[in-house]
């Protein structure tokens, strides 16, 4: 069974740094754009980043770019959510998804067929 599992969560101070990795398991991901998303308590899960099949292509929320990174290592059937310059705003749970589709709507819940159980990250002030 295909599984996706987040790890790299923490606390961190505001200004820090958190690496979050995302490993695939039970299935071959090299061929799935991936995302990150992220929920706030009492909000909807929105969009983070996402990366193409190949990695030569990127997407950010506006609110993370310049500070996030994402990337990816086919081999290790892995993907990565650097973040840097953290804001307590940035404070929510991690999820990473993965999507077989083509197109442009990785920002979209709905467009991924596989999601992580996500990783809770905390920005204190």
């Known amino acids: 069974q295909a599984r996706l599992v987040e790890s790299g969560g923490g606390l961190v101070q505001a200004g820090g740094s958190l690496s979050l990795s995302c490993a695939g398991s039970g299935r071959t991901f090299s061929r799935y754009s991936m995302g990150w998303f992220r929920q706030a308590p009492g909000k909807e899960r929105e969009f983070v980043a996402a990366i193409n099949w190949s990695g030569g292509s990127t997407d950010y929320t506006d609110s993370v770019k310049g500070r996030f990174s994402i990337s990816r290592d086919n081999p290790k059937n892995a993907v990565y959510l650097q973040m840097n310059s953290l804001k307590p705003e940035d404070t929510a749970v991690y999820y990473c998804?993965?999507?077989?589709?083509?197109?442009?709507?990785?920002?979209?819940?709905?467009?991924?067929?596989?999601w992580g159980q996500g990783t809770q990250v905390t920005v204190s002030s």
């Open positions: 998804a993965a999507s077989s589709r083509a197109g442009g709507s990785l920002h979209l819940r709905a467009w991924y067929e596989y």
